[in-house]
């Protein structure tokens, strides 16, 4: 079975940048929805910001202006350009994508938000 595979996490000063990827193991058709989503500890995970298949993007109200959510339709992979970073953006963040069939979640990659 395809799978997500998650890059880029790591640990970044505050007012620092990181970008993560999310690319599938193998072929994948028809996504019709590719999202963030992070969990914090002792917090329930939530949408950072999704796009759907015609280009149109949501973003959390927390990350709006300082995240990208962007895509490579021919590599079906996606990114989130993360800039201005603060500490309350530490979290392991997640993508998932959407078929007519799948709904695949990653395996999380820990960003660490630190002095």
């Known amino acids: 079975q395809v799978q997500l595979v998650e890059s880029g996490g790591g640990l970044v000063q505050p007012g620092g940048s990181l970008r993560l990827s999310c690319a599938p193991s193998?072929?994948?058709?028809?996504?019709?929805?590719m999202g963030w989503y992070r969990q914090a500890p002792g917090k329930q995970r939530e949408l950072v910001a999704h796009?759907?298949?015609?280009?149109?993007?949501n973003y959390a109200q927390s990350v709006k202006g300082r995240f990208t959510i962007s895509r490579d339709n021919a590599k079906n992979t996606l990114y989130l350009q993360m800039n201005s970073l603060k500490p309350e953006d530490t979290a392991v963040y997640y993508c998932?994508?959407?078929?007519?069939?799948?709904?695949?979640w990653g395996q999380g990659t820990l960003v660490t938000v630190s002095s």
């Open positions: 796009i759907i298949s015609d280009g149109i993007t």
């Open positions: 193998g072929s994948i058709f028809s996504i019709y929805v």
């Open positions: 998932k994508f959407v078929t007519a069939r799948l709904e695949l």
